[in-house]
């Protein structure tokens, strides 16, 4: 089964109505503040920073749990010039975004060791590498993924549990939706592959790190060579 953090808007959203069309197997995704008005059925109410909330969710849905992948697409972002940020919502990016991913993770991978399988994909971006004006939270929130996965992929690889990190650049989907058109073409120009990343290579990837239990720990670029 498919869990997929954050998937009433953007990226997780199309990964949602992917798995569905497929049909394979379970997919639920999790929403916050957008209400999602299609496919209600598939979606739980969560905050990621919620601990409490996770771990109801795993309790009343327990016997479904079987053979976890684990998206964790909820993310926010905060743009401001450090010396003027806002010291609350610098950190609830930070909460948002490392900490709503561990408490996920930490609240599954106890049934995933129990269960020897398990999936974790994390949304990463090459912000954290790449120097980027005023997401210092931001960027600190996504490289703190990567350390992060390291210590969990060694924590959990015998039980056929992999962790890895997307390292996004400019997708089509999602947080672009608030950058002007001006911008728009500045990050573009700036792409060797000369466009955004298209959701079919969202999905692949995700296919591909499903697929193997032999690459764990990983970052990933999916940013057309914007580095
Ligand atoms: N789009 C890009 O180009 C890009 C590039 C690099 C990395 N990424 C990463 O990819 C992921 C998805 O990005 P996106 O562009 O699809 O973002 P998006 O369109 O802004 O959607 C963000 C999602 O996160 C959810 N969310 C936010 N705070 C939450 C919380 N406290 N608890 C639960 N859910 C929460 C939102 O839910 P509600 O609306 O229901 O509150 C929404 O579903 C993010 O982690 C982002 O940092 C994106």
Not at 73 to 87: E, L, Q, R, V
Not at 101 to 113: D, K, S
Not at 160 to 169: A, E, F, M
């Amino acid at each position: 089964m498919i869990i997929i953090s954050g998937a009433s808007r953007g990226i997780g959203k199309f990964l949602l109505d992917s798995f569905h069309q497929r049909s394979e197997e379970l997919v639920i995704g999790t929403f916050y503040n957008t209400k999602p008005i299609e496919n209600i059925q598939m979606y739980i109410e969560m905050d990621v920073c919620n601990i409490e909330q996770i771990n109801n969710f795993i309790h009343e849905r327990i016997f479904e749990l079987k053979e976890i992948t684990l998206i964790n697409c909820a993310g926010i972002t905060y743009n401001s010039f450090t010396h003027k940020s806002d010291p609350e919502k610098w950190r609830k990016v930070i909460e948002t975004n490392l900490f709503g991913t561990y408490n996920f993770i930490r609240a599954l991978l106890p049934l995933m060791r129990e269960q020897k399988f398990g999936r974790i994909i994390n949304f990463s971006s090459v912000t954290a590498i790449k120097p980027t004006l005023g997401i210092s939270s931001y960027a600190a929130s996504k490289s703190a993924l990567w350390g992060l996965s390291k210590s969990i992929a060694i924590e959990n690889a015998v039980f056929n549990i992999t962790i890895n990190n997307i390292n996004l650049g400019y997708s089509e989907l999602g947080m672009i939706e608030m950058v002007p058109d001006e911008f728009k073409k500045n990050i573009i120009a700036q792409i060797p592959a000369g466009i955004l990343c298209e959701p079919k290579d969202i999905l692949n990837t995700i296919d591909y790190l499903r697929s193997t239990r032999y690459i764990t720990g990983s970052s990933i670029d999916l940013s057309g060579g914007l580095i």
